[in-house]
């Protein structure tokens, strides 16, 4: 393999990162910005369910859902629990970069290029200008009195701060994976702590009459029977929270990166996503039982945490360590993440070569790198709207994930040299059982996903990703009828 300095020369990938490390990265996806404010959406569809991206989408997810909050995380949750199994199973057998792509393209070739497009749309048009953009707005909450837009210009503060936030964790990706993944561990060791102080001093505040009744969001749609109305909302709240836990399956795309990855790759994604679920739980249940749910869905977590905080230290401590580090742990991660993509697509033929280029000193793909910063500064100009990012972030995530749960479910018949060199043994059945629901499940909540975009009439962004999937799979025929793509590797080590 040779010394870090080496591979560095040689412009490849280094292998920097260690268990702790990779489970606060995989922590910092997970808890993204959008769990402050999408989360209120989400309890207006249900009544009292937080779901979502902590920050942001957990008001998102009240505004769904109503006092059942909670409910819907947990619903939000079992797709990617279910996921573990074949996830821990593939991860420790076959550790890759883009690891989703590389395992997509053994199910379906066109379907993984159709999934890789659907993923640079997710994340540089969804994921990293949702979270930047969420930084913004809690960046400017520090500032009394600042006036939203720029004097003379069409935009606001909270999209320049949002652009400068993309732009330094840029920079900072272009340096090397340790100085991004330390900087990482730093940050998501703030916002841990920063959850427990919004955590222990709002469990004495909550009242349990905020949670009656349970159910009570009708998608705000009067047409449909309260029952039906109720149990959509639920439901559609656990689809746009899906986030919550779902980012930290995509912290297995750094395989080349990680130290002993067999090892470290899944037993992070196991840690990480029973970790940050706990703290969700706990979150939703104080910002719903303190404030109530209606509040909570006009707002976003700082709602409730000024009710038992005030504007006291802490308050600070936590709208700095909890929103904003909440935001740009996410940032930085998913723009590691989408460089890696960019990498490989460009390895397989899909993008121009110099995409696959790493830099000698640096040993980072910095073309890679540079097309998803680009994409995501260019729809901070122009897009303001989070339930909609965030609906696009979780098709992308949830398109994906479906693929690499469909490899899962086939990889005892097709690929029994990894299913049987899994350090992880279950049996055939259990593996193809929790493969296939949670497979399901992921496309129930694509459908609900859809269903949300044309609700708030951005239908531009299904068609989006109608484009990105027919433009996936065009690009694909096409360069197999010239030739210029390469058979997927052979999963083995």
């Known amino acids: 393999m040779g010394s870090p300095e080496t591979q ?33 959406k989400a309890a207006g569809m249900i009544g009292l369910n937080v779901g ?3 920050f ?16 819907a995380q947990i619903i939000s949750a079992l797709p990617v629990l279910l996921a573990l199994i074949p996830y821990m199973v593939i991860t420790s057998s076959v550790p890759k970069t883009a690891a989703s792509y590389q395992y997509a393209k053994n199910f379906s070739y066109p379907l993984a290029a ?75 060791a703030l916002l841990i702590l920063a959850l427990l102080v919004f955590i222990i001093p709002g469990l004495p505040g909550i009242k349990l009459e905020n949670f009656t ?39 297995i795309e750094l395989g080349d990166e990680v130290k002993r990855a067999h090892f470290t790759i899944p037993r992070a994604l196991f840690v990480s996503i029973f970790v940050v679920l706990i703290l969700y739980l706990f979150i939703e249940i104080v910002a719903v039982g303190v404030n109530g749910w209606k509040s909570f869905a006009g707002g976003d977590l700082s709602t409730p945490a000024q009710i038992f905080l005030g504007h006291s230290f802490f308050f600070g401590f936590f709208v700095i360590g909890g929103g904003i580090m909440a935001c740009v742990t996410t940032v930085n991660a998913v723009l590691t993440i989408s460089g890696r993509y960019c990498m ?14 790493i830099n000698k000193k640096y040993g980072t793909p910095h073309w890679g790198l540079t097309l998803p910063f680009v994409l995501s500064v260019i729809i901070l100009l122009f897009v303001r709207d989070f339930t909609i990012l965030g609906a696009m972030l979780n098709f ?13 479910y086939n990889l005892p018949k097709k690929h029994p040299e990894i299913f049987v060199n899994s350090r992880y043994k279950f049996t055939p059945t259990i593996l ?26 951005n239908q531009w962004a299904v068609w989006l990703f109608v484009i990105a999937i027919i433009g996936g799979l065009v690009l694909y025929y096409i360069k197999k009828k010239m030739g210029l793509v390469r058979k997927p590797e052979i999963l083995t080590d």
């Open 213 to 251: 009744p349970l159910f009570t969001g009708n998608i705000a749609n009067p047409n449909l029977p309260p029952l039906l109305g109720q149990i959509l909302g639920l439901i559609a709240a656990a689809a746009l929270s899906y986030t919550l836990l779902a980012g930290g399956l995509f912290g």
């Open 114 to 188: 159709a999934g890789v497009m659907v993923l640079l749309v997710a994340m540089p048009l969804g994921g990293l200008p949702l979270f930047a953009l969420t930084n913004g707005k809690f960046f400017m909450k520090l500032i009394p009195g600042a006036p939203d837009l720029v004097p003379g210009l069409p935009i606001s503060w909270a999209q320049i701060v949002a652009i400068i936030t993309v732009t330094i964790f840029y920079i900072i990706n272009l340096v090397g994976i340790k100085p991004s993944a330390y900087i990482e561990f730093i940050m998501t």
């Open 8 to 40: 560095a020369s040689q412009g490849t990938l280094r292998k920097e990162l260690g268990l702790i490390v990779l489970i606060f990265l995989m922590i910092g996806l997970n808890v993204g910005g959008s769990l402050f404010v999408l989360t209120s």
């Open 432 to 457: 193809r059982i929790t493969s296939l629901s949670a497979a399901i499940l992921n496309i129930i909540f694509m459908l609900l996903l859809i269903f949300i975009m044309f609700k708030s009439k």
């Open 56 to 71: 942001v989408l957990t008001s998102k997810a009240a505004g769904l859902t109503g006092p059942s909050l909670f409910i």
């Open 52 to 54: 979502g991206s902590l």
């Open 396 to 408: 992308g995530l949830l398109f994906m994930v479906s693929l690499v749960l469909l490899f899962a």
């Open 344 to 357: 490989k697509f460009a390895k397989d033929g899909f993008f121009p070569h110099f995409f696959m280029a």
